[in-house]
């Protein structure tokens, strides 16, 4: 005849006991914990294994394996699982080295017509020419895997950071130059106009500007709640309105903006031609001239452009001996010319989707534009070198 089985003796203090009574009675607590603190209290006032477990309807296995974590580690960490050992990695650490260093090459390098690598590429070259080197483990890599050892490294092979070398030995030079020439737009501007000696541009080119046409009319803007497709309307935002265009579009040429900013008030001078060869560049320089009162110095900065130092321009130049002083950005520099922020608004305003239907259309529109920003030019303003945002004149 079995043996009637003997109550589990659990030793436990008031507070243990007091935690354990607020756990059970818990809303909010994780369904493991209530149950393993049921089973603690229930094993704790003389009722043996079977018995908590034909109570709460669970196995007789899973009281006594709360049973032996109760005896491991406490009651109060008994509530929570043990530490598993784990599966025991398979990839050595000298394996995820060599892996790691295999990714820091260009697959080119490794025989393969790829310039980059991908995870599967990285992965298949693993399996093979791990095995060479003594890295059996590697033998069947998972492209997965792959992932996660690079990642653990903070190493992206399919990704490329680009960089700019410098190529100006005189970089240094020229940056002094042209900071020179914001400071003296600056002392410039505290002088009447009628006593300036100089004027001061800044100058550039922007060239490729396409003159675009649409192919079908524009629609009106439709709200999200009167769109006619549902599924569009799916598609757009919560209270989105815009105008609708067709795709298609028809390419009618381009054009080139030249400009320059005077840096003592603001004001652009502009010319909008077909190309931006020498031609057009003396061209400018004849207008600037024109505009400006005779006898005075005229000082443009401008990049290293072709068309900017040619025997044409300096032929040019020779015909107007002290009229021009040239100020070269250094190479590579342009963010240094002022002239460039007014190309930017431009991109970022008259010439964001735009859509005409000739390149003149185009020209007139972006006339237009410096027209409405010659009405409030903005002043550029730069001290020790630092460009700060433009004030209104």
């Known amino acids: 005849m079995p043996s009637k089985p003997k109550p589990i003796e659990i030793a436990m203090t008031e507070g243990e006991r007091e935690t354990l009574n607020v756990l059970v009675r818990s809303r909010t607590a994780s369904v493991h914990h209530v149950e393993r603190a049921a089973i603690i209290l229930g094993l704790a006032a003389g009722r043996t294994a079977t018995d908590m477990a034909r109570e709460l309807g669970i196995d007789r296995q899973r009281v006594q394996r709360c049973v032996k974590r109760v005896k491991l580690v406490g009651i109060e960490a008994a509530l929570d699982d043990l530490p598993r050992s784990g599966r025991r990695p398979e990839i050595t650490t000298e394996a995820r080295l060599w892996l790691v260093g295999q990714a820091c090459i260009q697959p080119k390098d490794a025989g393969y017509p790829h310039e980059l690598w991908t995870l599967r590429l990285l992965a298949s070259h693993a399996r093979v020419e791990g095995l060479k080197v003594g890295h059996e483990c590697l033998a069947e890599l998972a492209p997965s895997t792959v992932w996660k050892i690079l990642e653990a490294q903070a190493v992206r092979p399919d990704k490329v950071e680009y960089y700019l070398e410098k190529r ?175 190309f930017s608004r431009a991109s970022r305003s008259v010439l964001r989707h735009i859509r005409v239907k000739s390149k003149t259309e185009l020209g007139n529109r972006i006339t237009q534009y410096i027209d409405m920003c010659n009405a409030k030019p903005l002043i550029p303003n730069w001290i020790f070198g630092v460009r700060h945002e433009p004030k209104a004149a």
């Not at 021009?324 to 590579?332: G, N």
């Open 168 to 342: 100006d030995p005189f970089f240094d030079d020229r940056l002094g130059a042209v900071l020179d020439t914001y400071c003296a737009a600056e002392m410039l501007r505290a002088i009447p106009e009628s006593e300036r000696q100089a004027a001061i541009f800044s100058y550039d080119e922007k060239p490729g500007i396409q003159a675009i046409a649409t192919t079908a009319p524009d629609r009106p803007p439709v709200s999200k709640q009167n769109s006619g497709s549902a599924a569009l309307a799916r598609r757009r935002k919560k209270g989105r309105t815009a105008m609708q265009r067709d795709y298609e579009y028809k390419r009618l040429g381009t054009v080139t903006l030249s400009a320059a900013v005077n840096l003592v008030n603001g004001v652009v001078q502009h010319a909008i031609t077909g190309r931006h060869r020498s031609r057009e560049f003396i061209a400018f320089l004849k207008s600037v001239d024109a505009s400006c009162a005779a006898g005075i110095l005229i000082c443009i900065l401008l990049d290293n452009h072709s068309a900017h130092k040619s025997k044409e321009t300096m032929a040019y130049l020779a015909t107007k001996p002290g009229r021009f002083e040239f100020v070269f950005t250094p190479v590579h520099g342009s963010w240094l010319n002022y002239v460039e922020t007014f």
